[in-house]
């Protein structure tokens, strides 16, 4: 065999129920051929005329927004979708007219400047995404090249009907059809974190037919022709056919290997590719993301709005104004306005065509006037986003060394969206909790085993003031000896000296022990794999479950190390020698666990020839199957089940049955003949038949095992409580175990009034039963509105009570919840209960929910989520925040930020939210400030000049306002500002509230930003006009021209606004003085070079500074009196309101000064004073408690 290497020998399809390589005929392979179902793969000849005739995607992929030829006009479109950018590219195509009252260049460069700016960045990201492509692209695969040779070849040169050889713990590199693997059986594990989130490895397996091709040199004369789907985004169904040797054998999705899942546990595999490129199911899955844009975006799109309007209407009426008085301008040869001399004038000052002359200085005007639209507010936006967001990336607080996995900022579009979340709907099986499932207890022959503290029972302990409290708070100071006896072992959190280190032989029942431990150590599908470093056995299972059992089974002393395809042998301990000890088990039957059975089991036949089933399963299925002598210890076993439940643990039934030959014979026949039958009801007839041997079980016991809550849920929920963000969990978990992580994480506590919403109602069950659908529905949705009903009902009676509320709902109710006519009701009720969980929730169920909460209260959402069940949610909610953890990426893919715990939301919002929020509303209102300031002194000068079109500033002056010396503080701003301290936010949350409230982004503080913007420009104009009007100003007594006026004007402006941004600052750095100050020194530097070009170049400001307006003192001194007249308002204005009116966050920057932030005293002082009522979380729950006692002394 050439190439191939050695085969396991682990036969799965004659042990498994399910018969996982026997693909049945169904009713879709008759659609073969028709529409849909046209896709022609010629196996090993890829280069066949009928192939290449074909025209199938090649396997390069591109996720690039642009590519060469289309970067420049995609990326032009994507600049000018912006309404403020199509002004300006219209009055920079004005400008070249006759009546621009500036020239071209100066007009044409700015906005050049700020597109290519903006380009570039899209140009820097796609380039990166473009990198990530070539490394994808440029990885190799063995390719079937003719005569058994396989030679590595790019991913990107596959095509369709090449076949492939993967080895273990490589990526597929297409869609691939499985032939043959390093197992005799031909199967394969794969793991699709990259598909679907999930962790469990998946079994594949090939065709018997095609299983034999075992090694290179098989694909010499290996030829076959598959029909199959087209391309399509379902990841879980195929259908399709391969005719090989004349003869044609149906396929199912067993066989499909889908690209960007991985090869586990495997040596190699053989496969052909059927779907290249785009084709390939993946990426026909990867859509693009909805296009998500800030509230405070949209709102800065409508202030930009309002001021085209007003641009508009002051154009209009100084028009009107222009033509009345061009029209009056000459009058029985009389020249009302000589200098514009109307007797000789061209059309633009013409008082016989007085309406063109309107016309044309409307145009004017709106060119003249654009000055208060911020050409550069959007780029300046867009770098301060981007390093806004490397700033959340760096946060060494939010990096989580485990895993290696910093905080990632995916987009930078919604930063200060972070600072507005208002309810925040998480997952909770890997994001609450870790996803890691540890044995933790169990429950044999009647006696409870297993002394380990889940979260849920300190929760418990801390409501129930139990004596459990002490031990609590031992292990939780870090007591050495209770970190001693913490197992190390990933999986094992097991800590019991009765049954520890072969004690079990000591206890009352070892006969049960010894088989209850067994049962864990055979009824699984795990593989073992010895690591030859360490000596020791690892296991792959489907499941964190049964990994965890295997290695509580080994911990414990029977150690499951190897498996072949009719056998399993452990290492056992033998309770007559006390020596380890090898014993085989022949393994007959795997019935395998499903949604429905709820139970899986296996048939064995151990050394004695005793045929065994060993079963395990879920308590509501697995009672009514014991065996009346099999019910010893069935209450103890319950009443320990319901404990443990309680715990938040998840628990399993133990049970086994011996089974004589006849019946095992009988069986086999029935399950063989059920097997064999190709009838629509297949699958029923196997559950039938499995249903009849899992009877007459005998009770061994229980398991637990406990998914943790992640480090740090608790307190991160309690002080996003504390800051007012509501907290929902979308969970698909049962409803005990999700009202019991809620005690756990503080979201539930004792005292809360619980309304759930279920369809457990015995009636509904009795319909159910019956099987009528109709009934069911109807019955159900009447149910389900009363229940709602009742619940505004209990909500409104209690309105004016102090009693909090918290609503649980399963995913059966929920679906008739969301109904057009129901939903806005179920809303209603949700919004008025303090937590709210949803149970046993689908992944569209997740969208749903979250979707109408983004709708229906118009506030911000967070959705939170790790899986790829959380995609939809994610999408839906105004930021999705995906968990890289051990879920898969495909969440993180989907997402608006990446964090890898849950307990980093804390940060990333209440610090990181807050301040980007704070930052960006900030920007926005001083960039309309400073060019509201700027384009009203032009307009005040029009007026003043008779609306001539005379612009006041030179044209550079015009073009570098908002480009040199305004620009840069305004972005230092929006990168560094501070208003508290990261400690201080998280110290005080309230401040958080801020945000949510759009305090600092309202209409009234947008509008005070402009009136003070509109003051300054009337001081700057009417102080400025006054003083130079009459005064003196060269040494030979001629007064000020207007070259003189308009850079004394534009000096006070540029001081102004720099000023004006120095006293709204809240914390300044030494990048902040340098832009500040450094901006107003260069505005003069500026000055001096311009003024030292020639003439034709400079004009009007030819020498400015160095002769007319340097010497003269009055320069000096009116510019200063004018910077402090504008500035005075302001600071008077400042300095009352934070003395007698302060806003919460200058409450605490008092805090900060006075160095009162470390009296626990005072800081809960202004905590209380401007806090809502907390409902959630355990500083809730102390309060509640506090309050409680209080009542009772009260009523004492």
Not at 1059 to 1069: E, H, I, N
Not at 1172 to 1180: D, I, K, S
Request: with cysteine; hydrophobic share 40%.
């Amino acid at each position: 065999m050439g190439g191939g290497g050695g085969r396991k020998g682990v036969n799965f399809s004659k042990i498994y129920t399910f018969a996982c390589g026997k693909s049945s005929l169904k009713n879709d392979h008759l659609e073969i051929g028709g529409p849909g179902y046209s896709r022609v793969v010629f196996c090993n000849d890829p280069d066949r005329a009928e192939a290449a005739l074909r025209n199938y995607a090649s396997n390069y992929v591109s996720t690039t927004k642009y590519t060469l030829p289309t970067f420049i006009p995609k990326s032009l479109f994507e600049q000018f979708r912006r309404v403020a950018n199509i002004y300006f590219l219209l009055s920079a195509c004005l400008s070249f007219a006759p009546f621009s009252p500036y020239s071209a260049v100066s007009s044409v460069l700015p906005l050049l400047f700020v597109i290519g700016v903006t380009m570039l960045k899209e140009a820097v990201e796609d380039w990166r995404r473009f990198e990530q492509d070539i490394e994808v692209n440029n990885r190799k695969v063995k390719v079937h090249r003719g005569d058994g040779n396989f030679e590595y070849t790019e991913w990107k040169k596959l095509k369709v009907g090449d076949v492939v050889k993967v080895e273990k713990d490589d990526f597929f590199p297409a869609d691939l059809l499985l032939l043959s693997s390093s197992y005799e059986d031909a199967i394969c594990y794969v793991e699709t974190t990259n598909l679907d989130g999930e962790t469990n490895l998946k079994l594949k397996q090939a065709l018997e037919v095609t299983s034999s091709l075992n090694g290179e040199s098989s694909f010499t004369q290996f030829k076959a022709v598959i029909k199959c789907e087209d391309p399509n985004a379902n990841l879980y169904s195929f259908v399709g056919s391969m005719y090989y040797e004349d003869e044609q054998y149906p396929l199912s999705p067993l066989q499909i290997l889908l690209r960007d899942s991985k090869l586990r546990n495997t040596d190699y595999i053989y496969g052909v590719v059927i779907f290249t490129g785009h084709d390939t199911k993946v990426i026909q899955n990867s859509t693009d993301p909805p296009s998500k844009r800030s509230k405070v975006e949209r709102k800065m799109d409508k202030i930009v709005y309002f001021l085209f309007a007003m641009l508009v209407v002051i154009s209009a009426i100084g028009s009107i104004f222009f033509g009345v008085w061009t029209h009056e301008d000459l009058r029985n040869g009389k020249m009302k306005r000589w200098y514009l001399r109307p007797d000789i004038t061209t059309i633009y000052y013409d008082p016989k065509r007085a309406a063109a002359a309107a016309l044309f200085h409307f145009l004017t005007a709106l060119m003249l006037y654009s000055y208060f639209i911020p050409i550069s507010l959007y780029v300046s936006i867009e770098i301060v986003k981007v390093l806004q967001s490397v700033f959340i990336n760096r946060d060494q607080k939010m990096y989580y060394e485990e895993y290696d996995k910093p905080a990632h900022a995916r987009t930078s579009n919604l930063n200060e969206e972070l600072g507005q979340v208002d309810t925040v709907l998480s997952d909770k099986t890997g994001t609450l909790t870790c996803n890691s499932m540890e044995f933790l207890k169990c429950s044999v022959a009647g006696v409870a085993y297993g002394r380990g503290i889940t979260e849920v029972e300190r929760a418990m302990a801390k409501r129930k003031g139990s004596p459990i409290t002490q031990e609590i708070s031992s292990s939780e100071t870090g007591d050495d000896d209770s970190m001693d006896t913490k197992s190390s072992v990933k999986g094992f959190n097991f800590s019991d000296e009765r049954i520890m280190n072969g004690s079990w032989i000591n206890q009352p029942h070892p006969d049960i022990l010894q088989m209850f431990f067994r049962v864990l150590a055979i009824c699984h599908t795990a593989i073992p794999e010895f690591d030859e470093g360490t000596g020791k056995v690892t296991y792959e299972a489907e499941s964190p479950d049964e990994a965890a059992f295997v290695i509580a089974a080994r911990e414990i002393g029977f150690e499951f190390f190897k498996r072949t395809q009719t056998s399993i042998s452990l290492h056992e301990l033998d309770p007559i020698s006390g020596n380890k000890v090898e014993r085989s088990y022949t393994l007959l039957n795997v019935i395998e666990f499903s949604s429905s059975r709820k139970r899986m089991s296996v048939i064995v036949k151990n050394e004695q020839n005793q045929i065994l089933l060993l079963s395990k399963g879920a308590d509501s299925v697995m009672f009514e199957r014991l065996a009346k002598k099999g019910q010893d210890f069935e209450e103890k076993t319950r009443e320990h089940i319901n404990e443990y439940a309680d715990a938040g643990l998840r628990t399993l039934v133990v049970a086994y049955r011996e089974l004589d030959e006849e019946e095992y014979k009988n069986f086999s026949e029935e399950l063989l003949q059920a097997k064999n039958s190709v009838s629509a009801d297949r699958d029923e007839k196997v559950d039938e038949v499995a249903d009849k041997i899992e009877r007459d079980l005998i009770l061994l016991g229980a398991t637990a095992v406990e998914d943790k809550l992640q480090k740090g849920v608790p307190e991160c929920i309690d002080k996003l409580a504390q800051a007012g963000i509501k907290i929902w969990v979308l969970t698909g978990d049962k409803m005990e175990t999700a009202i019991n992580i809620g005690f756990a994480c503080s979201l539930l506590r004792e005292g809360m009034e619980q309304i759930i919403i279920t369809l457990d109602a015995p009636d509904i069950i009795q319909l159910e039963k019956q099987g009528d659908k109709d009934a069911i529905a109807k019955a159900s949705k009447e149910s389900v509105v009363q229940q709602i009903n009742a619940g505004k009902s209990q909500l409104v009676s209690l309105a004016e009570s102090t009693d909090v509320f918290a609503l649980i709902i399963d995913g059966k109710s929920l679906a008739f919840a969301l109904e057009e006519d129901t939903k806005d009701k179920f809303l209603e009720m949700a919004i008025g209960c303090t937590s709210v969980i949803c149970c046993r929730s689908s992944p569209k169920q997740k969208a749903l929910v979250t979707r109408l909460v983004k709708e229906g209260t118009g506030k911000t959402t967070l959705a939170i989520g790790d899986g790829a069940n959380d995609v939809g949610m994610l999408q839906e909610a105004d930021i999705g925040v995906g968990i890289s953890g051990v879920e898969g990426m495909q969440a993180v893919m989907s997402s608006d930020v990446a964090i890898a715990q849950f307990r980093f939301l804390e940060r990333l919002l209440l610090v990181h939210g807050h301040w980007c929020y704070r930052r960006i509303s900030s920007m926005i209102c001083y960039f309309f400030y400073k060019n509201i300031v700027f384009g009203f002194t032009l307009f005040l000068y029009e007026a003043y000049a008779s609306f001539s079109g005379q612009t006041l500033y030179d044209d550079w002056y015009l073009s570098f306002y908002n480009v040199f010396f305004t620009s840069l503080p305004v972005v230092a701003l929006g990168v560094f500002d501070q208003d508290v301290s990261a400690r201080l936010c998280l110290q005080f949350p309230l401040l958080y509230q801020e945000g949510v409230q759009n305090v600092l982004f309202s209409w009234l503080r947008i509008l005070s930003w402009a009136l003070n913007g509109t003051y300054n420009a009337i001081i700057v104009f009417f102080l400025g006009s006054s003083a130079f009007r009459y005064q003196a100003f060269r040494e030979g007594g001629e007064v000020a021209g207007r070259y003189i006026f308009g850079t004394a004007m534009y000096t006070c402006v540029v001081w102004i606004v720099n000023c004006q941004m120095a006293l709204a600052v809240s914390y300044f750095t030494w990048i902040q003085h340098l832009f500040i100050w450094g901006s107003i020194v260069i505005w003069y530097l500026f000055l001096l070079a311009y003024g030292s070009m020639t003439p034709t170049i400079s004009t009007g400001a030819y020498q400015i500074l160095v002769e007319a307006c340097g010497p003269a003192p009055s320069f000096w001194l009116v510019t200063s009196l004018i910077i402090v007249s504008a500035l005075i308002p302001y600071v008077v204005y400042s300095s009352i309101q934070r003395k007698f009116f302060p806003m919460y966050h200058e409450t605490i920057q008092k805090i900060r000064l006075e160095r009162t932030y470390d009296d626990p005293e005072y800081s809960e002082l202004v905590r209380s004073s401007s806090s809502n009522l907390n409902t959630v979380g355990f500083t809730a729950r102390r309060e509640a408690k506090a309050n409680g006692k209080k009542k009772v002394q009260e009523k004492k």
